[in-house]
């Protein structure tokens, strides 16, 4: 089960090259806690890897790399929605598409997203105006010290934008092994996200005749003509978060920049960190194997299979040139291993 100096270029969608210690395929609850306890009798650090699409590896992983490959999805349809109940090993579009499938509403804007199920809650992924703790019911993690598997309610999980408990108080402590979510009966297409409303108008596609699936299909046409596949270009999607700053910022820069692209987030305003990028003129460029994706400023891409110091060199440059020129500090959306 334990296999040792695994090359783990496969397994993300970086393609940086790196090799892990030991690594265990796990595909039932039983093989993860003996994973686990191979690991805690020798000490070893852990990394839970699924679909590989949030992280950079910085250099070869000297612990325990479980590539968690639970599979079950089970969907409960009744009068007052949906209840989806999908392993944490799930290929998270492919759950999407189910669902889009059987007419149920509520993650249609969340197509095209890499990754498995088990990230989702971590990363509390959003895309197109929607987030998962919309729609987030429950979920169940092994606790790695213990063994012990606990249950997590969404105020447990303590969701912010593109943040969880499990990046804060929980993290490196638990293993996500399956997520629940309820769709609601009374669907409503959120499709006023400006590049998705833009495309809508552009293809004539009347709103209000919105299904899931069409949603769906309008959301992958967007994300396709503006982000890399993995498999051809190898990238971690949107490798930086959109900036949070307060009124007084904002408006400074509005003033400065009148083109500048931002939304209302309650007291603060969220800032497009790709427009700040692409004005910064980093678009297109590349720099020895890695660079900056030509059609979306957001997106690293790793197309000469460098290494992962490569990519955040580029990162950290690009956030020094972007705090010199705006202001504005730019945080990492993926996080970097070791």
Not at 175 to 199: F, G, K
Not at 242 to 259: F, I, S
Not at 270 to 288: P, S, T, V, Y
């Amino acid at each position: 089960m334990i296999q040792r100096d695994v090359d783990l270029q496969p397994f993300n969608t970086m393609a940086i090259r790196a090799r892990a210690a030991h690594y265990a395929h796990v595909g039932s609850l039983d093989e993860l806690r003996e994973a686990l306890e191979f690991a805690r009798r020798r000490r070893l650090p852990i990394l839970p890897l699924g679909g590989g699409s949030n992280i950079v590896l910085t250099g070869g992983y000297p612990g325990l790399v479980l590539h968690i490959d639970l599979q079950g999805l089970a969907v409960e349809e009744g009068p007052h929605g949906a209840l989806i109940t999908a392993a944490a090993g799930e290929n998270w579009h492919q759950l999407v598409m189910h669902t889009v499938a059987r007419n149920l509403g509520g993650l249609e804007n969340l197509a095209l997203i890499p990754g498995r199920v088990g990230a989702a809650p971590i990363q509390n992924i959003g895309a197109y105006g929607v987030e998962l703790r919309d729609t987030f019911e429950d979920l169940s993690a092994i606790h790695i010290a213990s063994g012990e598997l606990r249950e997590f309610s969404k105020a447990d999980c303590h969701f912010a934008y593109r943040d969880s408990v499990f990046k804060g108080d929980a993290r490196d402590q638990y293993i996500i092994t399956r997520v629940r979510m309820r769709l609601p009966s009374n669907w409503q297409p959120r499709a006023d996200y400006p590049a998705l409303l833009q495309y809508l108008q552009e293809h004539q596609i009347d709103v209000g005749g919105l299904t899931p699936a069409r949603v769906a299909e309008a959301v992958i046409a967007v994300r396709r003509s503006k982000l890399p596949a993995p498999e051809k270009t190898p990238n971690a999607g949107s490798f930086f978060k959109n900036p949070l700053v307060d009124e007084t910022a904002y408006l400074a820069l509005k003033q400065a920049y009148p083109d500048l692209v931002a939304f209302p987030a309650g007291k603060c305003w969220k800032l497009a960190a790709g427009w700040l990028i692409d004005q910064a003129g980093w678009r297109g460029r590349r720099i020895g194997n890695v660079g900056v994706h030509d059609r979306q400023a957001l997106v690293l891409v790793n197309p000469g299979r460098g290494a992962g110091s490569e990519i955040t060199d580029l990162a950290r440059a690009i956030a020094d040139d972007i705090l010199n020129r705006f202001g504005v500090q730019l945080e990492p959306e993926p996080r970097y291993y070791p």
